[in-house]
């Protein structure tokens, strides 16, 4: 058994995956599979490294010069994600983590493994449906941080704040996965299709979760601390502006899924037992396998999957 690199290939003989070529610190090893090759490199990288190893549709390989083992047109497509647009608020007090003072939060963990430091930022969270939900389940999620949440953190704003954010848990878009060339180390090309859904439903359903974030923070509860809206910004009040807010600012929570899908029809890359459609002794073990995305976090789901394949690859001893 051996689990494949990342800057590497699935090595075949035949219709067989015997191991996984790979380089280490400039020297390329191969290791050979006692019994089988399981794949769990992730959404982006599963589908990415079948296709280096020639398993994937013709068309993508040829034009990136990589023989073709396996024509397999659905490796790298049905790539969906959670987009999740932020509502910022300014507050009137600094009690948020912005104004921290980022030695003292590490030295108190250090210590005590107490304070800031044991925060997972995300402080708060919860679920809703919106007047499109189609049925009974919550179509809208939601998450509380108790600083100001910009472009996934990345854009520190002055002064101190508190953001909800809200993803739609079911997104009817549809993206891609294409290889940028035959060179393992060079990044996967993605196409994600956020809000390309023919009937913009997953527009809608956005734009209803962002008038619900605003409701959220107009609670009482928060009228001590309410300053000024940041984001989207209280000018921006018609269903026009927001759509172009949500637009702007949208952004992924981190949720690929699908592009090595599990199912029994042409477009199915891996069988209901994780085996990669027309190879031999090659399984995916990841979230890449999800037929469609669900709705809630990722995390516990791949985690049933791992659990689900081990005992598949058990029971074949």
């Known amino acids: 058994m051996a689990t494949g690199a990342l800057a590497g290939k699935v090595t075949m003989e035949g219709s067989r995956a015997t191991g996984v070529a790979y380089t280490h ?3 390329s090893i191969q290791a050979r599979a006692r019994r089988e090759v399981l794949l769990s490199a992730g959404a982006i990288n599963s589908p990415q490294l079948l296709m280096l190893s020639g398993i994937g549709p013709a068309e993508e390989l040829s034009a990136h010069g990589i023989g073709i083992h396996l024509d397999l047109p659905g490796v790298g497509a049905n790539l969906q994600d959670h987009l999740d647009v932020c509502t910022l608020q300014r507050a009137t007090q600094r009690i948020t983590y912005d104004t921290l003072f980022d030695p003292w939060v590490a030295a108190r963990y250090y210590l005590q493994r107490q304070g800031p430091g044991t925060s997972n930022i995300a402080e708060a969270g919860g679920f809703a449906r919106s007047p499109l939900a189609p049925d009974d389940r919550p179509d809208l999620q939601f998450h ?4 100001q949440l910009d472009d996934h953190g990345r854009n520190r704003l002055a002064g101190s704040g508190y953001t909800v954010h809200v993803c ?15 060179d393992p180390k060079a ?15 997953d527009l809608a359903v956005l734009l209803e979760g962002l008038k619900l974030s605003r409701r959220i923070l107009a609670q009482p509860a928060f009228a001590p601390f309410r300053g000024e ?11 026009e502006e927001l759509v ?10 981190y949720h690929p899924i699908g592009t090595c899908r599990m199912g029994d029809d042409e477009q199915a890359v891996v069988d209901p037992q994780l085996r990669v459609r027309g190879v031999e002794n090659l399984r995916v073990v990841d979230a890449s396998v999800m037929p469609k995305l669900i709705g809630g976090n990722t995390n516990a789901p791949t985690i049933m999957i791992a659990e689900r394949a081990s005992d598949l690859v058990l029971a074949t001893d």
């Not at 509380?144 to 600083?147: E, L, M, Q, S, T």
């Not at 739609?168 to 035959?182: D, E, K, N, T």
């Not at 996967?188 to 009937?199: M, N």
């Not at 172009?244 to 929570?253: G, V």
């Open 187 to 201: 990044k996967a090309v993605l196409e994600a299709g956020y809000l390309s859904d023919p009937g913009q439903e």
């Open 25 to 27: 610190r400039g020297r």
């Open 229 to 239: 809206e940041l984001l989207p910004g209280a000018a921006v009040t018609s269903d």
């Open 168 to 182: 739609g848990l079911r997104p009817r878009s549809r993206g891609r996965l294409r290889l940028a060339s035959a």
């Open 144 to 147: 509380f941080v108790p600083a």
């Open 244 to 253: 172009a807010y949500i637009r702007r600012k949208a952004e992924t929570i």
